[in-house]
């Protein structure tokens, strides 16, 4: 049967098999360098950089940070037993050694499936805090997509949506992070 795409569907299914080529071809020969890679990034993730309170242009987007930021902060505080550091620079700052560590030993323990999963919805959120919140079930797709957007939200409120732009590009999102949860749900047996 061959799939059409007005149906819906293939949008859908081929990110899914995407997935679960790369978990059973890919990740079992490239592990450590997935890891290597996702930790690599971590510092630089966009739940840690805060845009600066000081400015007309930034006060507002600095203040949705902190209301919808600051929680999943807090989170990773208590699932982890370190403290985050936040920064105002796009080149980062560098989290405690203690964190990453706990980070990475998580990653670790994650079956081939669940690190394809992690890996896609990192490449996805540019963010390896929010898949793991998503992995340990503190946060479902909505609101992880409401934080990866956050900033860009902000400005299509102030700006208005570019169509042809950000439609697609949040289109994309929702498929890209919606398929590696639900592959992540099948990984685990839902």
């Known amino acids: 049967m061959v799939e059409q795409e007005s149906d819906g569907i293939r949008p859908f299914t081929m990110p899914l098999m995407k997935l679960a080529c790369t978990a059973l071809e890919r990740v079992p020969l490239t592990r450590t360098k997935v890891i290597d890679n996702l930790m690599k990034k971590f510092h630089q993730d966009l739940v840690f ?5 000081d400015s007309e242009l ?27 550091v ?3 620079t796009f080149l980062g700052g560098k989290q405690d050694e203690g964190l990453t560590r706990a980070v990475e030993t998580v990653l670790k323990k994650t079956t081939d499936c669940e690190l394809a999963s992690i890996d896609a919805m990192a490449a996805a959120a540019h963010s390896l805090v929010i898949p793991l919140a998503i992995f340990k079930g503190r946060l479902g797709i909505e609101e992880a997509i409401e934080l990866i957007r956050l900033e860009e939200d902000h400005q299509v409120d102030r700006w208005g949506l570019v169509e042809g732009g950000h439609d697609v590009d949040i289109a994309d999102l929702k498929v890209q992070m919606s398929s590696a949860v639900v592959f992540l749900g099948f990984s685990r047996g839902m």
């Not at 950089?49 to 309170?53: K, L």
């Not at 940070?65 to 982890?80: A, G, S």
């Open 86 to 88: 936040v920064y105002t």
């Open 49 to 53: 950089c805060r845009s600066p309170a």
């Open 58 to 84: 930034t006060i507002g987007v600095h203040q949705k940070q902190k209301e919808k930021i600051d929680p999943i902060l807090d989170w990773v505080n208590t699932e982890f037993g370190f403290k985050t």
